[in-house]
């Protein structure tokens, strides 16, 4: 079946601009992540979608990044006046569900988006 | 508070060559889990293996092998006879119990010479 799709698959943008990055999770996968990886640096924890639960936003690293997740499926990553420092690979990830079981919470990870911040 | 350390930013090796790769883990929590995923040049990162905490015996898949010990909080990985196509970004990353965050290490990126 189809993996996770993310897209653009790159972004080149303006200092200042707003953007916004797509996820399409698996189908059926109830949790959804957003981490960012910069360049030399491991994942970041951004966000993370569970169902219908309130999202964990501990990872934001400011109020200029926010995600939604409608319908349960599809995520939208925005960040506002982005910076610079934004620049990175953005990537998202599915899983079933997040529990401690081995069916469920191991990840699957789309190719990720690369913003360059001009 | 978490942490996963992979000391290792790059290691080269020469095709058919054992490699080891490092990792070891911060945390308090009693119930854990770990997990290796390998990120290859395309970008996209494949799961590799998940391991829990009250599980200590060594797997072995394939030229895979994953050595966990708790005494050390380590969870290595070893390659036997590496190939060409094992060159990739390696990640080690950590999930508590309870929450939803993954702990990633910084990766070690793997080379291997023909």
């Known amino acids: 079946g189809a993996g996770v799709s993310q897209s653009p698959s790159n972004k080149v943008t303006e200092k200042g601009k707003d953007v916004e990055l797509r996820c399409d999770p698996i189908?059926?996968?109830?949790?959804l992540y957003w981490y960012r990886q910069s360049l030399g640096q491991g994942l970041e924890f951004l966000i993370y979608?569970?169902?219908?639960?309130?999202?964990?936003k501990s990872g934001l690293p400011s109020d200029r990044f926010s995600a939604e997740r409608t319908g349960g499926s599809v995520s939208t990553l925005t960040i506002q006046r982005t910076q610079q420092e934004d620049s990175a690979v953005y990537l998202c990830a599915s899983s079933l569900a997040s529990s401690g079981s081995p069916i469920t919470d191991t990840q699957y990870f789309g190719p990720g988006t690369r913003l360059t911040v001009l | 508070a978490q942490k996963v350390t992979q000391a290792q930013t790059e290691i080269s090796v020469v095709e058919k060559e054992d490699v080891t790769l490092d990792c070891v883990y911060e945390t308090r929590d009693t119930t854990y889990y770990l997990f290796w995923y390998k990120q290859p040049p395309s970008g996209e990162l494949v799961f590799l293996i998940r391991r829990n905490s009250f599980d200590e015996q060594n797997e072995i898949s394939g030229r895979y092998s994953w050595n966990f010990q708790k005494s050390t909080s380590s969870f290595n990985f070893t390659i036997t006879a590496s190939q060409v196509v094992d060159s990739a970004v390696y990640f080690c990353?950590?999930?508590?119990?309870?929450?939803?965050?993954?702990?990633f290490g910084t990766g070690t990126s793997l080379t291997v010479i023909p």
């Open positions: 990353a950590l999930r508590r119990n309870t929450g939803n965050q993954f702990y």
């Open positions: 189908s059926g996968h109830t949790a």
């Open positions: 979608f569970q169902g219908n639960s309130a999202p964990d």
